[in-house]
Nanobody
C-alpha cells in the first residue's frame, strides 16, 4: 500500500504560482515512478507530468511544458509539482499517482496503482 495525500491547492490569479505536494507514509516511495494528473469539470482525467524513481528524468504534457516542474524528495517521501504562470484553463482537481514498484513511468492513467484524494486548483482570470 502506498497512501498518498496531496496538499497545496487553492485559488490563485492568472499568472500566479502554486506548489502542490504529495506525501506518503510508506517506506517504499523510492521504488515507485510518480505522476500528476488533473481533471477539469466535465472532462476526463489527463496526464500532467511524470518522474522516474530516481528523480532524474521528467516528462510533461505539452500544455504545461515550460510552466510546471515535477520533482521528488525520496528522503522525505514527497512528490512536488511547482506550477508557474498559471492560466484559467489549469483549473482542475490535481491528483498524484504511484506506479510500481520498479515500473517505468507512464502517461496512461490506468497504469498507475495508487492515487491520492485530489486537491483543487482554481485559477481566476
Amino acid at each position: 500500500q502506498v497512501p498518498l495525500v496531496e496538499s497545496g491547492g487553492g485559488l490563485v490569479q492568472a499568472g500566479g504560482s502554486l506548489r502542490l505536494s504529495c506525501a506518503t507514509s510508506g517506506r517504499t516511495f523510492f521504488s515507485y515512478s510518480m505522476g500528476w494528473f488533473r481533471q477539469a469539470p466535465g472532462r476526463e482525467r489527463d496526464f500532467v507530468a511524470a518522474i522516474t524513481r530516481d528523480g532524474i528524468t521528467t516528462d510533461y504534457a505539452d500544455s504545461v511544458k515550460g510552466r510546471f516542474a515535477i520533482s521528488r524528495d525520496n528522503a522525505k517521501n514527497t512528490l512536488y509539482l511547482q506550477m508557474n504562470s498559471l492560466k484559467p484553463e489549469d483549473t482542475a482537481v490535481y491528483y498524484c499517482a504511484a506506479r510500481g514498484p520498479w515500473r517505468a513511468y507512464s502517461y496512461k492513467e490506468t497504469d498507475y496503482t495508487y492515487w491520492g484524494q485530489g486537491t483543487q486548483v482554481t485559477v481566476s482570470s
